[in-house]
C-alpha cells in the first residue's frame, strides 16, 4: 500500500548551510547572566555566559522598557601561558599607576618585560619536519621561526582595560593570577558574550527574560530582573572582610560602608564567600531578600540542582547577629534583620557546601521593604468581590483588593505598595466554584463543618495540631475528588488528607501529590516546586451515608500563615498544556521540531486538537493532535515562505470535548530542565519565541496532501513515496528517524525520477499493540570538511540539513 505525499521541494537541500545544520545538534545555550539585573534608568554591562554563542547578533529582553545589544564575543579562556601572565601583570600595572597618578600617590616605575616573554618560536609553516638520519641527522630538527606577538587574554573583565578603577584591577587580579588553576571549566558556560542593557527610567519592575539570537539559532531565556534601587557589583577579594586594603597600598582610604536600599551582585567561586559592609540605625527593620535558586532555578550537574546560599550579619566586633539559609520551602534564604544599635554591618554570603563557579549568580536586596509573610484567603471565586488580609513586616496589618475578574479558572500574582516600596509577590487562586470559609471549631468528627459539593473553603491550620474536618453527604458509586492548594500558593502548610465514612474507616488519603512520568519528569503546573506538598485524592464512594475530610499539616506545624483552599467536588476532567522548547530556530520556509506535554486532571482521557492563534500569515502546526490517554505529543512548526528574518512570538492552545462542550485551554511555554543529574521538570517561560533565519533561498512550502495517519502493522512493511518537483538524484541526502517509537524504523531509501521512496517497519517484538504517534524525519547530508594543508583527509560526516512536517502514524496489530 503506498502512501503519496507532493512537496513542493527544490534543491534547497544540496545547497543548505553546513553551519545551520549543526545548529539542532550543536543549540545556543545560556548558562547564566551577570549581574542578573539592572535598575531602572540606569546603562549597565552584563556578561552572557554559555556554550555555541559565537555570533550572537541580537538580544531579545521581555516586555517593554528594557534593550540590549551585543558588544563582543569572547572564546572559552583556557590556559593562559606564562607569556600571556606577564603580559597581562604589565598592562595591570600600567593601568593601575595611571590610577595612582590620578590620586597624587607615588608607584613603583613599571618593570620591562624580557624579550623572550612576549614572542614565542613557532614553527611559520605546518609543514611536518623530516624524521632524522644518518646522513643528515640535524633533519628532525624544528625549523626556527619567526617571533609571533603574545595576545592578551580575552575576557569580559578585561574590556575597557583603561577605565578600571584600583578594586576592580585587584578583582582582575584576583580571578587570572590566583588559583585559577584550581577552577574545573565548564563547557556549558565557557562561552561569553558582554552585553550592553540600557533600562527605561520607567521599566516595570519585575522579572523578564533574555535571550541571544546567534548565527546559529536562538538560545534558552534566563532570568533578568529590573529594580528600583541603586545596585553594586561585588570585587574580590573579598573573602573576609568587606573591603580589604588594597595591596600594597595600606594608606589609600577604603570604600565607604554602603547606604541603604541596595541591591548587591555577586557569583559565588569555589570556596568563595563575599562579604558586604553597611549602615544600619538602631530600630531599623532591614528585609534581606536572596535571589539565586529564583535566578536559575535548576542546575543539571549540581546536587541538590540549585545554589544553595546562606546569608549571614555580622556586626563590627565580628559576632553573629543573624543567620538563614532558606525560608520556609524556599531555598533562597530572607532575613528580618532587627537593627539592635546604630552602626557598620558586614553581610556575608556563601554556598552552604563551598560550591561554587560562574553560573552561581545572586542578587540580594537589602531595604526596609514591605514583605508579606501571610495572605488571607488565598484567591476568590471568578468575578466575585474578593478582599485578602495581609501582614509581615514592615507593613501595618492591611487589606488588599484581588483580582478576580475574567473567564477562567487561573493562578495570579499581584504586590503591594508602602510609602513607594513594592513588596513580595501576592500568590493566589481564582476559580468557577462557589466558596466559603473554614470555622473553628471542627477539629473532630462530632464537630465538622457540614459542606455542600461542589465547594471550596478557605481555611487555615491555625496551631500546632490544628486538624480541619468537612462532613458531607454521599452516594455509593459517586466518586469525590479533594485537592489543597496550598504550597503553589507560597504557604507553608504541608498538607495531608483523609477520607473516612461514618465509621472511622480510612476510604482515601494522600500526603504529596507529585504527578510524574516514567523518565523522571515532573508535571505539575508550576514547574519550579521540588517538593510537591499539596495534596490530591479521587475516590468512589462505597456506600450511601456521611463521609469526613480531615486536612491536617503532615508535619504537625500550624499557624496564621498555613493557609489553604480545599477544593471537594465530583470530579471535573481538566487539562493544561506545556509546550518545549520555548525557544525555536527555524530557516525561512523550513519546519522545525517542538512538543506539547498534556497535564491531564480528574480523569480527563480524551483526545487534544493543537493549533496556532493570533499568528503572523504563513505559519502552521502539523501532527498537532495528541490522542485521548496521550501524555505528550511531538510535532512541527513550518514557516512562512517569506524572509523575514526577525523573533517572532507566537501562541499557541488546545481544543477539547469534556461532557459536551468545547474547552480551550493555552499552550503554556516550558523548557524541560534537568535537576541534579536526574529530575526533570517543565519549567514555566514568559513567551514562546521562534527565529526565522533568512536563506539564501527560501525553502518551498512542504505539505501533506493526505491527513490520515498512515497505518502500520507489526512485523510488516509498508512503503513510502515522495513526490518531490525539479530535484534530482541527491544520494548524499538521506533521511533518518529522529527517536521513533520503539520498533519503528525507516529503510529502503531509493531516490528515483519522481523524488524519493522509502519504508517503514515495524517489529513484532517490542511494539506497542496499538500506538498513535507522529514520526519526525530528519533530513541528513553527508559531506566531506574541507582539507587544511599539512593534514590528511577528514572523513564525512553527517549534517542535519532540517526535518520533514510530522507524520503522523498508527500502530495497530491485526
Known sequence: MYRVWTYSVVCWLLTASAAWGQAEQRSPHIGYVYPAGGQAGKEILVTVGGQYLRGAVEVHITGEGVQGEVVQHFPPLGFINR?????????????????????????SPPRPMREQAIRRN???????????????????????????????????????????????L?????????????????????????????????ATPGNRELRLRTRTGLTNPIIFQVGTTPEICELESNDKEAYPPLPNLPDLPRPQALRLPVVLNGQIMPGDMDRFRFNARQGQRLVIETHARSLIPYLADAVPGWFQATVAIYDMQGREAAFA???????????????????????????????????????????????????????????????????????????????????RATIRQTVYQNEGRLSNAIVYAVDDVMENTEKEVNNTPEDAQAVILPMIINGRIGSIGDVDVFRFRGRAG???????MARRLNSPLDSVLRLTNAQGDVVAWNDDHSPKDEGFLFKDTTGLLTHHADSYFMAELPADGDYYIYLADAQEQGGDAFAYRLHIAPPQPDFALRVTPSSLSVRTGGTTAFEVHVLRKDGFNS?????????????????????????????????PQRNINRLVSLELEGRARIQDKTIIRPVMPADDSMQAFLYRHLSPAQEWIVAVERAGRPLPRMELVETTPICLHPGETTPVHINVRGFGNT????????????????????WVKEGVTFDLSVTKDGAP??????????????????AREGRSSLPKRKVLVGVLPAIPIQIVTR
Not at 500569515?617 to 501524555?631: E, H, K, N, Y
Open 325 to 407: 539559609d532558606d525560608y520556609r520551602f524556599n531555598p533562597d534564604p530572607v532575613l528580618a534583620f532587627d537593627v539592635p544599635e546604630t552602626g557598620e554591618y558586614e553581610l556575608e554570603i556563601r554556598d552552604a557546601i563551598y560550591r561554587g563557579r560562574e553560573d552561581f549568580v545572586y542578587r540580594i536586596s537589602m531595604d526596609e521593604k514591605p514583605f508579606i509573610t501571610q495572605v488571607f484567603p488565598l484567591g476568590g471565586q471568578q468575578g466575585a468581590e474578593t478582599v485578602a488580609a495581609i501582614s509581615g513586616w514592615n507593613m501595618p496589618e492591611t487589606k488588599i483588593p484581588l483580582n478576580t475578574s475574567g473567564s
Open 607 to 639: 483526545e487534544i486538537a493543537i493549533d496556532l492563534i493570533n499568528s503572523p500569515p504563513g505559519f502552521s502546526v502539523q501532527g498537532g493532535l495528541i490522542p485521548a490517554g496521550c501524555d505528550r505529543m511531538r510535532m512541527t512548526l513550518t514557516a
Open 731 to 750: 544520494p548524499d541526502v538521506q533521511l533518518e528517524l529522529d527517536n521513533p517509537p520503539t520498533g519503528v524504523s525507516l529503510h529502503n531509501l531509493t
Open 83 to 107: 607569556e600571556q601572565r606577564e603580559l597581562l601583570r604589565e598592562r595591570l600595572e600600567e593601568v593601575r599607576n595611571k590610577r595612582l597618578d590620578e590620586l597624587n600617590l607615588p608607584h
Open 122 to 168: 613557532r614553527n611559520p609553516t605546518n609543514e611536518n619536519p623530516p624524521p632524522p638520519n644518518k646522513e643528515n641527522p640535524a633533519a628532525g630538527r624544528q625549523k626556527k621561526a619567526a617571533p609571533e606577538e603574545v595576545k592578551m587574554p580575552q575576557h569580559p573583565l578585561l574590556y575597557d582595560l583603561d577605565a578600571k578603577t584600583l578594586r576592580e
Open 170 to 202: 585587584t578583582n582582575i587580579v584576583s580571578y587570572f593570577m590566583i588559583g585559577r588553576d584550581r577552577r574545573q571549566q565548564n563547557r556549558q558556560i565557557a562561552e561569553t558574550v558582554l552585553v550592553r542593557i540600557t533600562l527605561d527610567s520607567d
Open 769 to 786: 499493540t496499538i500506538l498513535t504517534e507522529n514520526l519526525i524525519v530528519r533530513i541528513i547530508r553527508e559531506m566531506t570538511p574541507p
Open 478 to 484: 459517586e466518586k469525590v475528588v479533594a485537592e489543597v
